[in-house]
């Protein structure tokens, strides 16, 4: 879409079943789509006259996809998955990088960190696993960075800043999950910095404040807050 017109400039059809996520490229360029039929797709949005063009099909295995990400230089992509995969791609090749057992049930949420070296995914399990994806193991998969125990109950959402802030020797990333609370957390520790209460229902998503000053917090009890984490 443009917001200067309500009909669609383009439309994107090639998935068989329901497209969960969608993130458009840093290059703005083309648009990564993932779908329940256990694919991603990047759509090349310049394609005009002959229809969008499907520039790469990802795929994840029979793994139903529920959120992508991008990484900030364009190089990656991410996906998670019903049954707790974390699936990770190099967009030139549409190589897969990594394919990885990230929970012990449904992922909900995956974000890539700031230089687009790690990922987060979170999970049903009330876990956040930051996976290095530059870092093979013997098996030639990411290698894992961390395994944070962020919520009681599940963890919802996963977010990283933009930019490469830090707090602590680490670099941060922010969650929400069932329990009520959004927590923030530095990669070089496996505790929370800091435990936000005051929803009264689960925090479904988190995200950074650009300053890193402050994180946004929406919820099933219809609000949503800013919390400052100084």
């Known amino acids: 879409f443009s917001t200067d017109r309500t ?11 329901d497209v969960t996520s969608v993130k458009i490229h840093p290059n703005a360029h083309s648009i ?3 779908s329940r039929d256990a694919t991603c797709r990047l759509w090349d949005v310049r394609v005009d006259g002959g229809g969008p063009l499907c520039a790469r099909v ?11 990400d991008i990484s900030t230089d364009g190089a990656s992509a991410c996906a998670v998955s019903t049954n707790g995969m974390l699936h990770v791609w190099d967009l030139a090749s549409g190589r897969t990088t990594a394919s990885i057992e990230a ?3 449904c992922a909900y949420a995956c974000a890539f960190s700031a230089c687009g ?4 995914a979170a999970g049903r399990d009330g876990a956040v696993v930051l996976w290095d994806a530059d870092a093979p193991n013997d098996e030639g ?16 959402s996963v977010h990283s800043p933009s930019s490469s802030d ?5 670099r941060i990333f922010a969650t929400g999950g069932a329990d009520r609370t959004c927590r923030l957390f530095s990669t070089d520790r496996t505790r929370p910095l800091r ?11 988190v995200k950074i404040h650009p300053n890193a000053h402050s994180i946004l917090s929406c919820s099933r009890d219809a609000t949503c807050r800013l919390w400052d984490v100084r």
């Open 7 to 17: 009909r669609p400039l383009r439309i994107f059809a090639g998935h068989w079943s």
């Open 32 to 34: 990564l789509s993932c």
């Open 58 to 68: 990802l795929d994840a295995a029979s793994s139903e996809l529920v959120r992508c």
């Open 103 to 105: 929970h012990d049930g």
């Open 117 to 120: 070296a790690a990922v987060g």
């Open 141 to 156: 998969e990411g290698a894992p960075l961390q395994r944070y125990a962020a919520h009681a109950d599940a963890c919802w």
């Open 166 to 170: 830090s707090l602590g020797g680490g």
């Open 195 to 205: 435990i936000f209460a005051g929803h009264w229902s689960d925090v479904t998503s």
